[in-house]
């Protein structure tokens, strides 16, 4: 009669006072566990030489290697609504994401330092300090939690910068018309080149520079327009011995090149009219903010 699994393992264990895998074949009739089953028919986890453990899978190449559709869950309280998840698309250009259960305004995700005091074990250290977190739909950095402290935008591109007068536009053509621009949170650096400026029709009033990425909002309180950068202003006339400048008024996506003489500290509007020739250039960057 066939030795069974039970009597098998008992001799086995006599014999040679350890249990290993060729001590049963099969199953043990009447086992029972939870989470792991030796009754399953399939390989649950796998631990092997190089203690590697796979979940999912039976050559584990790290020391946790699991293959699942729902990814690494850790859920500290199991209440329906908390936790966070890791994993993949599973397909296409396998995007990895970072997930977290809850979905209020305030739910963050923060890396810290500082966990665990050195050579302690278990880790001790209940206030690790914030080195940033995402939140509000940005960065923030350090242990800054609210809106106005958090990086939520940052962006590049390019715009078409428009010659043009403030009374009447005229049209003009260029050599070159060139724009492009970084948007970091709420502040703007534009840089622009206007060159051989040539009139089709020509504009009265002051010199407009248009089509700006984005319309200045200055803060609550600011007095007029205001903004900040440098230009090269090339072949135009009245413009010998001032300083130049620009200046973009709240609400608007276009700013006005002006002059200020040192004479008397007075300032007005250069004119598009003192263009010099179709070889008259414009070029240069200004930085404005656009938050309120």
């Known amino acids: 009669m066939a030795e069974s699994n039970a009597s098998k393992l008992a001799n086995n264990i006599l014999t040679d006072g350890k249990f290993d895998a060729t001590d049963v074949v099969g199953t043990l009739a009447g086992f029972t566990s939870t989470g792991i089953d030796d009754?399953?028919?399939?390989?649950?986890?796998?631990?092997?030489?190089?203690?590697?453990?796979?979940?999912?899978?039976?050559?584990?190449?790290?020391?946790?290697?699991?293959?699942?559709?729902?990814?690494?869950?850790?859920?500290?309280?199991?209440?329906?609504?908390s936790g966070t998840?890791?994993?993949?698309?599973?397909?296409?250009?396998?995007?990895?994401?970072?997930?977290?259960?809850?979905?209020?305004?305030?739910?963050?995700?923060?890396?810290?330092?500082?966990?665990?005091v050195q050579g302690t074990t278990p880790w001790t250290n209940d206030t690790p300090s914030a080195i940033c977190s995402f939140a509000y739909g940005g960065i923030a950095f350090g242990s800054s939690t609210g809106t106005a402290d958090t990086l939520d935008d940052y962006e590049e591109g390019t715009w078409t910068p428009v010659f043009a007068g403030g009374s009447t536009s005229g049209t003009y053509t260029y050599l070159e018309q060139q724009g492009h621009y970084v948007k970091v949170g709420s502040l703007v650096t534009a840089w622009f080149n206007l060159t051989n400026i040539t009139t089709s029709?020509?504009?009265?009033?002051?010199?407009?520079?248009?089509?700006?990425?984005?319309?200045?909002?200055?803060?609550?309180?600011?007095?007029?327009?205001?903004?900040?950068?440098?230009?090269?202003?090339?072949?135009?006339?009245?413009?010998?011995?001032?300083?130049?400048?620009?200046?973009?008024?709240?609400?608007?996506?276009?700013?006005?090149?002006?002059?200020?003489?040192?004479?008397?500290?007075?300032?007005?509007?250069?004119?598009?009219?003192?263009?010099?020739?179709?070889?008259?250039?414009?070029?240069?960057?200004?930085?404005?903010?656009?938050?309120g």
Do not use: C
């Open 85 to 116: 998840r890791i994993h993949d698309d599973g397909s296409g250009d396998y995007n990895s994401y970072i997930d977290l259960g809850r979905n209020q305004s305030g739910t963050r995700l923060t890396i810290r330092k500082g966990g665990r």
């Open 201 to 291: 029709s020509a504009g009265s009033g002051t010199i407009q520079i248009l089509g700006l990425p984005f319309s200045a909002n200055w803060q609550n309180g600011f007095n007029g327009g205001g903004v900040s950068g440098s230009m090269e202003i090339h072949d135009f006339n009245n413009i010998s011995g001032v300083h130049t400048f620009v200046n973009l008024g709240d609400g608007t996506s276009q700013f006005s090149i002006n002059k200020q003489s040192t004479a008397n500290n007075g300032s007005s509007g250069i004119a598009v009219t003192d263009k010099n020739s179709d070889s008259s250039d414009i070029r240069g960057f200004v930085t404005y903010y656009t938050g």
């Open 39 to 81: 009754n399953a028919t399939s390989t649950a986890m796998t631990i092997d030489s190089n203690e590697n453990v796979g979940i999912g899978l039976t050559d584990p190449t790290g020391k946790l290697h699991i293959i699942s559709g729902e990814g690494l869950i850790i859920d500290k309280t199991n209440n329906g609504y």
